[in-house]
């Protein structure tokens, strides 16, 4: 009794405290897209410092939008609450209401596209604009991706039975850390391109 006694003092149950392998593997695909964006965000620099770059206001829809996904992040977050806590309808109309939320987003993002090209600046004109279309439509990409993840959320929440299971809790917790990755995502790369701009 006192060697095993022992034994579990050398050796800990690590068990409740290990990571689980999808949420790791999420993670480490969060580590490539921030080495993508370095990667993008670094060029634009090099490039802006090597002349031949038109100057011009950002859309204003991105300043919109951004006020779209952050509260889309609150409302998603939101449904993961009441999910834990049992209460059905309150986490079934939050995760509609962080699509709709989602969707408009994207459509902002097109709409801002929409902006620029009204401005003279186009996807393969000067630099300064292609960086700008290629970043952000990259980070759309992503969004799209996310969206998806709470279309089967939302499938879960009205097709399944309401129950709660470590299994099930998982899978809506990886949506919500994916999409507040690209949430937090944006607002790097605004906050970037406005101090480019400065």
Do not use: C
Request: aromatic residues 16%; hydrophobic residues 55%; positive net charge.
């Amino acid at each position: 009794m006192r060697e095993e006694r022992l034994e579990k003092v050398i050796t800990p149950d690590f068990g409740r405290n290990k990571i689980p392998a999808k949420k790791f593997a999420l993670y480490v695909s969060f580590a490539s897209v921030v080495m993508l964006f370095s990667g993008l965000t670094s060029a634009f620099i090099v490039r802006q410092a090597a002349g031949n770059w038109l100057e011009f206001p950002l859309p204003s829809l991105f300043y919109t939008s951004t006020i779209i996904i952050v509260a889309s992040s609150i409302t998603l977050q939101a449904s993961f609450y009441s999910f834990k806590k049992g209460m059905k309808i309150p986490y079934q109309a939050l995760l509609v209401i962080t699509l709709f939320l989602g969707l408009t987003f994207t459509v902002m993002q097109y709409q801002a596209w929409l902006e620029m090209t009204a401005m003279g600046v186009h996807l393969t004109g000067n630099p300064s604009g292609s960086f700008v279309y290629v970043i952000s439509g990259i980070h759309a990409a992503h969004v799209l991706g996310g969206i998806g993840a709470i279309l089967v959320a939302i499938g879960h929440a009205f097709i399944l039975p309401f129950f709660r299971n470590p299994k099930r809790k998982l899978r809506f917790e990886m949506t919500l850390i994916y999409w507040h990755f690209v949430g937090f995502l944006w607002i790097y790369l605004l906050v970037f391109f406005i101090l480019q701009q400065s």
